[in-house]
Antibody
């Protein structure tokens, strides 16, 4: 079955760095765009970043642009989020999620924009 | 930036009754609208995409409607497992930008 498993969360001091990983299984990872979405404690959902199936395009929310980097290793079926210059407001559960993209009959890639499925999440706490 | 506003913030409904949740976009998102269900301590689950297409495995009692700026999620006959928080999300695929509503908590009356 399709499965996404995040890891790498923990407690980190403001200004420091952390790298999250998301291990994918049960589907052809290299055919799908992937997202990171976060949820601060007791709050709603915030999209963080997306990467195209082949890593050719990456986009970020304004709140993390210039500090976070999304990447992937299709040979390892793994998605990453490198988080630098962390702030208290980055404290959240971080979820990876697969994009609902599709291909037409010519094999042209279309991003979907919805998120399915999601991993179980990993908690990042930024505190001194 | 497209702002998504959900109403009401909390909805109290009895099991077996119908629930209607609303989502409004600050500008047209066409049919680029998804709905998610989130239970405490769990990851969100996709229910609807394309404003009205049910995701794989989602029961028929869940239905979505709307286009442009006004959207509705209807749960026709509430089951105990449906009490949760529901989020709408718009997806603007070029340039990619995705925003969620603040959520509607569906609670047992």
């Amino acid at each position: 079955q399709v499965q996404l498993v995040e890891s790498g969360g923990g407690v980190v001091q403001p200004g420091r760095s952390l790298r999250l990983s998301c291990a994918a299984s049960g589907f052809t990872f290299s055919s799908y765009g992937m997202h990171w979405v976060r949820q601060a404690p007791g709050k709603g959902l915030e999209w963080v970043a997306v990467i195209w199936y082949d890593g050719s395009n990456k986009y970020y929310a304004d709140s993390v642009k210039g500090r976070f980097t999304i990447s992937r290793d299709n040979s390892k079926n793994t998605l990453y989020l490198q988080m630098n210059s962390l702030r208290a407001e980055d404290t959240a559960v971080y979820y990876c999620a697969r994009d609902g993209n599709y291909y037409d009959s010519s094999g042209y890639y279309y991003p979907g924009g919805w998120f399915d499925p999601w991993g179980q999440g990993t908690l990042v706490t930024v505190s001194s | 930036e497209i702002v998504m506003t959900q109403s009401p913030a909390t909805l109290s409904v009895s099991p077996g009754e119908r629930a209607t949740l609303s989502c409004r976009a600050s500008q047209s998102v066409s049919s680029n609208l998804a709905w998610y269900q989130q239970k405490p301590g769990q990851a969100p689950r996709l229910l609807i995409y394309g404003a009205s297409t049910r995701a794989t495995g989602i029961p028929a009692r869940f239905s979505g409607s709307g286009s442009g700026t006004e959207f509705t999620l209807t749960i026709s006959s509430l089951q105990s497992e449906d009490f949760a928080v529901y989020y709408c999300q718009q997806y603007n695929n070029w340039p990619p930008w995705y925003t969620f509503g603040q959520g509607t908590k569906l609670e047992i009356k």
